[in-house]
């Protein structure tokens, strides 16, 4: 049903500007406004096939779907996705003759062109001499290959990608821009060759992946002048959660607007998509200096939150925030001792529990906790399952299952010889086994796989990591013989790296073997591989990234907590303790449907979604913020704090720590 427009959403609908930029606060009504320009345009003559409406994810595009259809917009008028609507351009453009549109390459085949590339770096630096730690290997590594394809995506987003054609790449920009994104040389280069594969001559591309339509259209028109020209012109742009813009589709924007208007709306606020390059710069500076004229209208009022959560969110972005009248949101202060193992969890299990115990009409799907991290789930979840509360994990895997844990599980199971737990879990096995190929290695070529510890089925011999999950999850005991005969055996095509790792890993393996006897407790071997593994070495080298690689650390630091505090149980018991753990959780899963259940989540996931009752935990120094960036850590709290609805629960350590307590939250009340 149509609404009817407040006198914000007037001033914005009656606006005759040609650029016009809706600064708004979140739950504001966004997309409900650019749905209702579009109509009024509409009803001013305009055909509806004329108002491009762009979003930058499926998501943003589903719920401009929605409203459009909610406030009766002409049928003509479909949002597009930006990847969409550069893929469109570029057909167009092929009929013209003025690009050939390559075949669409999925991640499987990506996947292979990025080991070439790999392989091909690694040979050059080999032929130069050049030094490097960097382990080239990562063809059997799902992870390794996973943080490849990210990096890639960043640097087409921030079309650093367009850069690897310069004079001066090899020399200088490699360096630079490894520092300027704060990763390894070595992946640059990588990526670099990977492109050189794809793009072998200027504009011309061998391949493409729905992540090289907006930057490739941006290439083929800065190379081409009048390839714009070929391309429709629509009369007006609506785009949704511009905050989200990065620097390819602002440069796509930018050249194809040409006379149309355009009005995109965003919240400064919830920039927090650095993955996918978004950065607060295209939307605010850049915008300004590219389009001085614009109009910039403001949607000040939430139809989300009541005042004091407005008020809350206005201190820490320091900017107006307001209310509508009638909404009422309950802020709670939860304290809890840090000191205190799991002291936080569960001071969030039992305000769960008195939320929905408390009142009859809150089920537990109107309540999310909203972490910073992936990481700081284990204790919550252990907390959960422990006060028999059904949760599900949207946007993050559950702590057993995440890479490092899992490798560091898998160490528990050979060092002492416990299998039983893995019986018929082939899901468990799967992920395990890839977690010692990421963190140890894995031969990518079968023939060197060719070991007589493994079965050896017709299908599986030419993929060396699933012929390793048939045959564990047929015998779990052959965990131990993977590890020694497969991920730990030296071979030729190792580097001096590999093969130290390698080393490394079975060196200590055997030595916890030895020491069997006096490693009583799960804690005491974790304890142990911890003092004979530089951990954060090898987390590193299976996760370059060193923000993930320091969420991963903690979350083995905090998996070391977890047993210790779950009684110091012998290795045995302690697997089978994991084992019931996961059985709840998968149990809770598949009920999904039919039962209630909270849920877990992190603010990047919970960015555009809403609930009834927010919990936001550990809000403490370290934690949250979790980086030296204080501006981007207030906007990761404003998004978490704004999902809220009824009730905002802010957890924090008790008055005894206050010098624990988060500058953010702090910082603002100071402010204040
Ligand atoms: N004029 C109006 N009258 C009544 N309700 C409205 C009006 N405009 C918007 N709304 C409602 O307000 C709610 C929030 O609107 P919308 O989803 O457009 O906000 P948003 O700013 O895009 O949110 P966010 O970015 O935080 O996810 C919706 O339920 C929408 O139907």
């Not at 769960?352 to 089920?363: F, I, P, Y």
């Not at 160490?411 to 018929?424: A, E, R």
């Amino acid at each position: 049903m149509a609404h009817e427009p407040s006198k914000e959403q007037a001033e914005i609908i009656q606006s005759r500007a040609n650029v016009i930029l809706i600064d708004a606060v979140a739950g504001a009504g966004k997309t409900t406004t650019l749905c209702m320009t579009g109509i009024e345009a509409c009803r001013r003559g305009l055909a509806p096939a004329a108002v491009t409406c762009l979003a930058f994810s499926d998501g943003a595009k589903k719920r401009f779907v929605e409203k459009l259809a909610e406030e009766g917009a002409p049928s003509g008028i479909a949002p597009l996705t930006i990847a969409e609507f550069a893929l469109r351009h570029l057909r167009k453009l092929d009929t013209t003759g003025l690009f050939a549109l390559p075949p669409l390459l999925g991640p499987a085949q990506v996947r292979d062109r990025l080991t070439e590339a790999a392989a091909a770096v690694w040979q050059r630096y080999e032929a130069n001499g050049t030094q490097s730690d960097f382990d080239f290997g990562i063809e059997q590594s799902p992870d390794r290959i996973d943080h490849l394809f990210q990096v890639l995506r960043l640097l087409k987003a921030t079309l650093s990608t367009h850069r690897f054609g310069d004079d001066d790449f090899a020399s200088v920009q490699r360096f630079e821009m490894a520092d300027e994104l704060d990763l390894p040389v070595e992946l640059i280069d990588i990526c670099a060759a990977y492109e050189r594969l794809r793009e072998p001559e200027p504009g011309e591309f061998n391949w493409q992946t729905a992540d090289d339509f907006v930057p490739d259209l941006v290439r083929v028109l800065d190379l081409n002048q009048g390839a714009a020209q070929q391309l429709w012109a629509p009369a007006l742009y609506l785009i949704d959660e511009w905050h989200d813009v990065n620097a390819a589709e602002f440069a796509l924007v930018r050249l194809l607007k040409r006379r149309a208007r355009l009005i995109v709306v965003g919240d400064r606020d919830q920039v927090i998509d650095a993955a996918r390059g978004a950065a607060l710069r295209f939307s605010t500076d850049l915008f300004s200096a590219t389009y001085p004229e614009a109009a910039r209208l403001p949607l000040r009022r939430s139809r989300r939150f009541g005042a004091a959560l407005a008020r809350a969110a206005s201190r820490l972005t320091s900017r107006p925030v307001e209310a509508l009248d009638g909404l009422h949101t309950v802020q709670h202060k939860l304290a809890y001792d840090p000191g205190v193992p799991m002291g936080c969890a569960r001071a969030v299990a039992a305000h769960v529990k008195s939320l929905h115990g408390a009142h009859h009409d809150v089920k537990l799907s109107d309540i999310a906790i909203v972490t910073r991290e992936d990481d700081q789930s284990i204790d919550l979840e252990n907390a959960l399952i422990d006060a028999n509360i059904p949760y599900r994990c949207e946007g993050i895997e559950s702590y057993l299952l995440r890479p490092e844990i899992l490798f560091m599980r898998a160490l528990l199971h050979i060092v002492s010889g416990c299998y039983d737990t893995l019986d018929k879990d082939k899901p468990t096995v799967r992920a395990m086994v890839g977690a010692l190929a990421a963190f140890v290695s894995m031969p990518g070529d079968a023939a060197q796989f060719d070991s007589s510890y493994l079965q050896v089925s017709r299908t599986a011999r030419h993929d060396p990591l699933e012929q390793a999950i048939e045959t564990v999850a047929a015998t779990p005991a052959s965990l131990h013989w993977f590890f020694d005969g497969i991920v730990c055996k030296p071979h030729d095509a190792d580097t001096i790296i590999t093969r130290n790792w390698k080393a490394k890993f079975a060196a200590c393996v055997a030595t916890l073997a030895e020491r069997k006897e006096t490693l009583a407790t799960a804690a005491d071997v974790l304890q142990a591989v911890r003092g004979m593994i530089d951990l954060k070495a090898a987390v590193g080298r299976a996760v370059p990234r060193r923000s993930e690689a320091d969420a991963a650390l903690r979350s083995i630091a905090h998996f070391a907590e977890f047993a210790a505090a779950y009684g110091n149980k012998p290795v045995e018991q302690f697997l089978q303790e994991l084992r019931g753990r996961q059985r709840k959780l998968s149990a809770r899963t598949d009920a999904n449907r039919a039962r209630a259940q909270l849920v877990l989540t992190t603010v990047r996931t919970a960015k555009g979604q809403e609930w009834n009752h927010v919990i936001v935990p550990y809000l403490q120094h370290g934690e949250f913020p979790r980086s030296a960036d204080l501006a981007e850590e207030r906007r990761f709290l404003y998004v978490a704090m704004t999902r809220a609805q009824e009730s905002l629960t802010l957890c924090q350590p008790d008055e005894a720590h206050r010098r624990m307590w988060s500058p953010l939250l702090h910082g603002a009340e100071a402010r204040a």
